[in-house]
């Protein structure tokens, strides 16, 4: 009897676990693949995404620098206090992935660069000089 409690149990437990792996790891990484579209606006606070972009990529060269700035984002650990952000990006994978992003960037600094997962604002990305650096030439294409 108790082999069949124990197994029932165990087929419930199963049952009700969600694995939703089209999200990706967004507690450790920005975004997990290519992007096929960027789009960046002028933050206007926390909550959301301002849609009224200002700068719409889809196509190489620009496509290639936001992906590999996305992707070489590595996780901050701590407490995160900020200000709001100076931009939101809408960064759409080549996997179909949304991932709704605040953004740190001042063009008087331009060697830091700043991101955060909007669903998690709790923590922060940070990506090398060099990468800061190529975030400048989006905004030319």
Not at 49 to 70: C, Q, T, W
Not at 88 to 104: C, D, F, S, T
Request: aromatic share 10%; net charge negative; glycine share 6%.
């Amino acid at each position: 009897m108790k082999y069949w409690t124990l197994l029932v149990a165990g087929f419930l437990l199963a049952g009700c676990t969600k694995v939703d792996s089209s999200e990706g790891d967004e507690d450790t990484v920005l975004v997990d693949d290519n992007l096929s579209d960027f789009n960046m606006s002028t933050a206007e606070g926390f909550g959301g995404i301002n849609e009224d972009f200002f700068l719409e990529i889809e196509r190489e060269p620009g496509i290639e620098i936001a992906s590999e700035i996305l992707l070489s984002a590595e996780r901050r650990e701590g407490v995160v206090d900020i200000e709001a952000p100076d931009y939101h990006i809408l960064a759409v994978q080549k996997n179909g992935v949304e991932r709704e992003l605040y953004a740190w960037w001042d063009e008087t600094d331009p060697e830091e660069l700043l991101l955060m997962n909007s669903k998690d604002t709790n923590t922060v990305f940070t990506v090398d000089e060099s990468s800061a650096l190529q975030f400048e030439k989006l905004f030319k294409y």
